[in-house]
C-alpha cells in the first residue's frame, strides 16, 4: 500500500521533505517556549525541512504525584496560541481526556494521543471528530500491526488524517527498545510514521520518582529511523536540558537539535533518492 501523505498548511507530512514535530516536553515558561520555537524556526528553515513545534499542556502520566506537569489545558493553549501567533508555525499537542479534544483543535493543527492511551476509543473518536490531523503514538505494549484497528477508529470517525508514531517497545526492566522493522510495517498501512527519538531513549522510571534516559543515543536511533524510511522525526528539545523540569535525560539541547537535524535531513534524502 502507498503511503497517503497528509496535508498540514502549505506542505504534506510524509512527502518528498522531512517533518519535524519538536519542541520542550512540557510547557515551562513563555520564554523557553520563545527560545526553542525561534531557534528551530530558522534551523528548518535552513535546512528546508516542514517543523511542527510541540510541548504539552499537561503532562498525566508522570511517576510520581509530585512531578512537574505543565501549566495545564487553559494557560498552556494560551501560550501555544501565542508561539502559533508570533511565528507562524503549526502546533502538535496531547490530549489525555476526550472532552480536551474541542478546546486543542482550536489552537493545534496535530492532536497527539499519547501512547499508553493509543487504544481508548473515545479519546481516539474524539480528537477525528476535530477534524484536525491525529497522531497516534504507538503505546510500548503494542506490536506495529496493532495500530491498524486503531486508525481504523479515527477514520470510522469521519477523518483520514491519521499519523503514526512510533517511541519504542518495553523490554525489561526500566528500559525500551526500537524494533526498526516497525516503520515500513505500520507503513504498509498507509498512514505516514513518525519516529519519536527522544522518548525511544528514556528509562521508564529509571530515576525511581522520576524517567532517566540516555541522550546520547538520539542521534543513532534517529538516524536508523531515516534509513528504515520514516516520514518524519519526533525530539523534545530544551535550552537547557539538565535543568528541565519534565524528560531532561531525553532532551536535545538546541545545539545538539542543529547537528542531528541536518544529518537526519542527509539520509531522508538519500532514502528518497533526492540530491544533497
Given at each position: 500500500m502507498d503511503i497517503k501523505p497528509v496535508?498540514?498548511?502549505?506542505?504534506?507530512?510524509?512527502?518528498?521533505?522531512?517533518?519535524?514535530?519538536a519542541g520542550p516536553c512540557a510547557i515551562e515558561s513563555k520564554d523557553v517556549l520563545f527560545t526553542v520555537a525561534e531557534a528551530l524556526k530558522k534551523l528548518t528553515q535552513e535546512l528546508d525541512i516542514n517543523y511542527v513545534f510541540k510541548s504539552s499542556f499537561d503532562k498525566a502520566n508522570r511517576s510520581s504525584i509530585k512531578s512537574f506537569r505543565g501549566p495545564g489545558l487553559d494557560k498552556g493553549l494560551e501560550l501555544l496560541a501565542e508561539v502559533k501567533k508570533e511565528f507562524g508555525l503549526p502546533i502538535v499537542t496531547d490530549i489525555?481526556?476526550?472532552?480536551?479534544?474541542a478546546p486543542v483543535a482550536e489552537v493545534a493543527d496535530i492532536i497527539q494521543i499519547p501512547a499508553f492511551l493509543c487504544r481508548q476509543t473515545d479519546l481516539l473518536v474524539a480528537a477525528a471528530k476535530t477534524g484536525k490531523i491525529v497522531n497516534i503514538k504507538k503505546g510500548q505494549f503494542l506490536a506495529p500491526a496493532q495500530m491498524k484497528p486503531l486508525a481504523q477508529k479515527v477514520v470510522d470517525s469521519g477523518n483520514d488524517k491519521v499519523l503514526f508514531t512510533d517511541r519504542g517497545t518495553s523490554f525489561g526492566y526500566n528500559n525500551l527498545v526500537?524494533?526498526?522493522?516497525?516503520i515500513p510495517i505500520m507503513q504498509e498501512m498507509g498512514y505516514p510514521?513518525?519516529?519519536?527519538?527522544?522518548?525511544?531513549?528514556?528509562?521508564?522510571?529509571?530515576?525511581?520518582?522520576?524517567?532517566s534516559g540516555e541522550r546520547k543515543y538520539v542521534s543513532t536511533?534517529?538516524?536508523?529511523?531515516?534509513?528504515?524510511?520514516?516520514?518524519?522525526l519526533f525530539f523534545e528539545v530544551h535550552p537547557d536540558p539538565d535543568k528541565a523540569l519534565c524528560d531532561g535525560p531525553n532532551m536535545l539541547s538546541i545545539d545538539?537539535?542543529?547537528?542531528?537535524?541536518k544529518i537526519c535531513n542527509d539520509i531522508f534524502?538519500?532514502?528518497?533518492?533526492?540530491?544533497?
Open positions: 496535508k498540514l498548511g502549505n506542505f504534506e507530512i510524509g512527502g518528498d521533505k522531512l517533518s519535524i514535530l489525555h481526556t476526550p472532552d480536551q479534544a526500537v524494533d526498526m522493522r516497525g510514521v513518525v519516529f519519536d527519538a527522544t522518548h525511544s531513549v528514556q528509562l521508564p522510571g529509571g530515576a525511581g520518582e522520576c524517567s536511533l534517529a538516524k536508523a529511523a531515516m534509513a528504515a524510511g520514516a516520514k518524519a545538539m537539535a542543529k547537528d542531528v537535524f534524502k538519500l532514502v528518497n533518492k533526492k540530491s544533497i
